[in-house]
């Protein structure tokens, strides 16, 4: 009897002091979270840039179109937020119809753009870093075989049966840190899911040799790798057929930077880095191909495309037009404003720059593509765009478009 009241007094005073601490606040065990952080700026309709295209509206309907491909046909659309406010797929579909619509008309003129649309650009990580890195990235045409050889003996793969994607949609309340891995693959050994081979172990150790899913066979280690970073390529067989392939899917790991790590060894200076300075240092140090490209364990499998190059959304992608960006950050499909500066793909010798002035649509992903401030656009195929890929890595500025939403009726 007295045990039960001691009982009945304990729970009565817990519950008091309970309430002194929600009520004092401060040190209340309910606290509010903190707002994310903006990540953009909301720009006033006197300080929207003077639009200009430097390529006169070329492909940018057919680049508009895919986009609206792929809202339609998508289920699994993730809802970002801007600044606070849900952007979901019907705002992105309305804003990239009416910005077609306006295009067809002749209306993207400065009136227009400022009356229907609210322009967001990213805050500027630091004072003396660029609000956005641009970045270029090509499809390359490479000689290939169906068949090894002596010569043609470094393969590329479809992902093999065992590898395996874990769907962590569907484990929500596993929390992972934002600026982590994203997506979790490996393979089962046993009861247990393990890591997938890294690239080390794949070319090294020839770990998917005797899983026979090779789809074709290249010359040089680097073209492969060049494959790899690009994620699409067009494969130039002996009887002189072209046939696509592109992304499929990934092992998983990380991505490390080989550029990055021969410049902080010093063995090519910052000023001089391109894909074709690392093309020549990998041909001047053939010792050096195995231990430079296992540094960075991503791998990246591949399927045979028909219509192509294909981006992150499954949609053909349009040179000049497409970009990749951070999907955690930038809703998929959205249309943008570009500016900042190209490499003249008609000098050769000096690879001056020339203005960029032009609007992009977002319809691709990269693995070092990550965070407000990283974009790579799409260059195109073949030579000339691996010129202005190669050498593109300039300062920009980033505008996203979304259609007003209407004032709340009171």
Known sequence: MNRGRRAQNLWAGLLWVLVGLVAVGGCGLWKHRPKPPERFVKVAPKKIPRVTDDLFEEGLERALEQSLVYLHQVCDFRTLE??????????????????????????LNERTLAQEFDWYTPKAAAKTEPAMLITGYYEPILSARRQPDEKYRYPIYEPPPDLVRVALERFPFVKLDPGGVRTLVGRVEGRLLVPYYSRKEIDGDGALQAKGTALAWLANPFDAFTLHIQGSGL??????SLQRVGYAASNGHP?????????????????EM???????YFAAHPERTAELLGRNPSYIFFRWVEEGPVGSLNVPL???????????????ALVGFLQGTLPDPRDN?????????????????????RGPH??????????????VAGHLKAPGTFYVLLKKEPPPSH
């Open 82 to 107: 801007l600044n606070g406010r849900p952007v979901s797929k019907e705002r992105v579909r309305d804003t990239v119809q009416l910005f077609l619509e306006r295009l067809r008309q002749g209306r």
């Open 235 to 240: 494969l130039q067989f002996e009887d002189g």
């Open 255 to 271: 991505y490390v930077s080989v550029g990055k790590v021969l410049m902080e060894e010093g063995a090519i200076p910052r000023e």
């Open 274 to 280: 391109s894909l074709q300075r690392l093309r020549e």
């Open 318 to 332: 349009t040179a000049g037009r497409s970009v990749a960006l951070d999907g955690e950050i930038y809703p998929k």
């Open 349 to 369: 010798a000096t690879m001056n720059t020339k203005p960029l002035s032009r609007w992009v649509v977002h319809q691709d992903s990269g693995g070092a593509i």
């Open 374 to 387: 990283r974009l790579d656009l799409f260059c195109g195929t073949g030579p000339s765009a691996e010129r």
